[in-house]
C-alpha cells in the first residue's frame, strides 16, 4: 500500500479508487490493482487482501456487480458499476475535487514555508 504516513488518507480514498476505475468498463481485480498502481506512479499498491474485502462492500452496497466469465480455461470474476454506483462516484468525485482544490492551495502556502523560500508567506 502506501507509506505508513498516508495509510490514513488512502483508506478514505479506496472506495473513490476503485469506483474511479470501473467507470470506463468492467475489470477483474488485478486490473484494478494495476490501474491504481499506474495512477499513482507505483506509490500505491493494493493488495489483494485489501482489495478484495472491499469489491465485496461495494457489491453488498449495490455500488458495482460482479459477473464470472471464463476464458481460455480461467475463470475470473469481472466488477463493472451499477448505476447506484456511477451517481455514488459522480457525488464523491466532486466532493473530492473540492476538497483536493482546498488542500493543494494550503499545502503550497506550507511547502513554501517549510522550505524557507517565502517566511512571510506564514504570517506573524
Request: net charge positive; hydrophobic share 40%; glycine share 8%.
Amino acid at each position: 500500500m502506501a507509506k505508513r504516513s498516508g495509510q490514513e488518507l488512502l483508506r478514505g480514498s479506496l472506495d473513490l479508487m476503485v469506483l474511479s476505475v470501473l467507470a470506463d468498463g468492467a475489470k477483474y481485480g488485478y486490473l484494478i490493482q494495476k490501474r491504481i498502481a499506474e495512477a499513482s506512479r507505483d506509490e500505491i499498491k493494493l493488495q489483494t487482501g485489501t482489495l478484495y474485502p472491499l469489491l465485496h462492500r461495494l457489491e453488498s452496497s449495490k455500488l458495482i456487480r460482479a459477473r464470472w466469465e471464463e476464458a481460455q480455461g480461467r475463470r475470473r470474476c469481472w466488477y463493472e458499476l451499477t448505476a447506484k454506483g456511477r451517481t455514488r462516484l459522480g457525488s464523491q468525485a466532486s466532493q473530492w475535487r473540492s476538497i483536493a482544490r482546498c488542500m493543494d492551495e494550503l499545502v503550497a502556502v506550507a511547502l513554501r514555508v517549510t522550505k524557507g523560500a517565502d517566511h512571510a508567506a506564514g504570517g506573524a
